[in-house]
């Protein structure tokens, strides 16, 4: 039975004023916000007890905010040991919070943690550990990114705070889906020993009573750090990837088109006018020239800097849940290349072009595929976060990022024009 009895988190700090001195604006007590709010309930799913006060069996946890606010990671304060390995869970690619992380680290290893001014306090920890049969006995928590696809993330370790497994839990029928799919991947890829890679291995999979939980292994080190920039490392994986699944998940540009084309009209009325005949110019300026986009083989889907980081001279690269055939060639380069250019602030139009002249002087595409590629990474991003979106008979579909994403799209056809 799922018990969510989170009453007592509905302020679990003083809620401070939402004006400074200065006249600018707080964010609100954690306690208040919804995805918090969700993890707590997917955490009381599995047998935690979350509260703001001690109780039986419960241990301290600080509890910190990310960069912009919209998730927040739980972090056990003691022993010290975890405390410490605990913070292999936040995973900067900014210079600054990589700084204040590695402030933290040393706060944690002096013992400072419990200076930490939020806190919770939670039980059962050591039960969910074990569910893993990883040789873990405590863990960390990561709120997951506000969104229709949230979901918990937990970093399960030893007393020594070495990282044994993580698992994500979820509520949501929808997300539940994309567990299974990661859970298949990972076993499929498993079988195929790919040498350029380390890839986690699935520990238990199962959806149960409304929850659904994918446990995998973890080779990850308090000491791993994400690559942010792209390296040979990366191009070595994607490589192999390509090879040794392009009998069973290559498809012709032709078949991409029919499907994205199908998808589209899915979404019927409830896209905007200004999307629909984008995409619609999109698909069509993709049509002339099918076979520049054609894909190689299987892509992981999301393949950004913090989804892989290197260990050793391996790299090691996880969640898999959007992995599948539906993707344009070189979809995950272009998505790690376009994670890396969001951190320098450009203008979409200027980084549109940047990555068009990264494509073609550094990795060798053609003028016409690295255009025609990158349009279509961005119709497909913007076909999955459409349909990720909640229907509403009283409005447009509509997703954050929208703006950015048309702007970019908008140089992107642009330059297909001149072309």
Same mark, same amino acid.
């Given at each position: ?222 000491? +791993? =750090?994400?690559?942010?920039?792209? /390296? !040979? *490392?990366?191009?070595?994986?994607? #490589?192999? %990837?390509?090879?040794?699944? $392009? ?14 084309? +199908? =998808?589209?009209?899915?979404?019927? /009325? !409830? *896209?905007?006018?200004?999307?629909? #005949?984008? %995409?619609?110019?999109?698909? $069509? ?135």
């Amino acid at each position: 039975m799922i018990r969510a009895e989170i009453s007592d988190l509905a302020e679990p700090v003083p809620r401070p004023s939402n004006r400074d001195g200065s006249g600018s604006r707080r964010r609100p007590g954690f306690g208040a916000d919804t995805s918090f709010r969700a993890a707590v309930r997917e955490m009381e799913a599995v047998g935690l007890r979350v509260r703001t006060q001690p109780h039986a069996g419960s241990a301290p946890y600080g509890v910190l905010s990310g960069r912009t606010g919209s998730r927040f990671f739980l972090l056990p304060l003691r022993p010290r040991a975890v405390s410490t390995g605990a913070l292999a869970l936040v995973q900067p690619v900014r210079w600054v919070p990589r700084a204040v992380k590695g402030v933290a680290s040393v706060g944690a290893r002096l013992g400072l943690g419990p200076l930490l001014p939020h806190k919770v306090h939670v039980s059962g920890v050591g039960d969910l550990a074990r569910m893993a049969d990883a040789g873990a006995r405590h863990g960390a928590f990561l709120t997951g990114t506000p969104g229709p696809h949230r979901k918990l993330s937990v970093q399960l370790m030893d007393d020594a705070g070495h990282i044994r497994a993580y698992a994500k839990v979820s509520l949501v029928p929808a997300v539940q889906v994309l567990l299974q799919r990661e859970a298949q991947v990972l076993r499929l890829l498993a079988a195929m020993d790919l040498r350029s890679a380390w890839l986690p291995c699935v520990l238990r999979s199962e959806v149960r009573g409304g929850t659904a939980i994918l446990a995998t292994d973890a080779v990850r080190t308090p000491a +791993a =750090r994400c690559l942010t920039d792209l /390296d !040979a *490392l990366h191009l070595d994986f994607l #490589q192999e %990837l390509a090879a040794r699944t $392009a009998s069973s998940w290559a498809r012709s540009g032709a078949s991409l088109l029919d499907e994205w084309s +199908a =998808r589209l009209a899915q979404l019927g /009325d !409830a *896209l905007a006018p200004p999307w629909r #005949q984008r %995409l619609d110019r999109a698909m $069509a300026v993709l049509a002339a020239e099918p076979s520049l986009i054609a894909s190689r083989g299987l892509a992981h889907g999301d393949f950004t800097p913090v989804n892989c980081f290197r260990q050793d001279s391996r790299l090691c690269v996880f969640d898999w849940e959007y992995a599948g055939a539906a993707y344009p060639a070189d979809h995950d380069l272009i998505c790690l290349l376009d994670a890396v250019a969001r951190l320098g602030g450009d203008a979409p139009a200027a980084r549109a072009q940047g990555l068009e002249q990264r494509l073609m002087g550094e990795l060798g595409r053609s003028r016409n595929e690295a255009n025609r590629r990158l349009i279509a990474f961005h119709c497909v991003h913007a076909l999955r976060s459409l349909e990720r979106q909640p229907s509403q008979a009283d409005a447009g579909l509509d997703w954050y990022g929208a703006d950015e994403a048309a702007r970019t799209l908008d140089a992107l056809l642009a330059r297909a024009s001149a072309s």
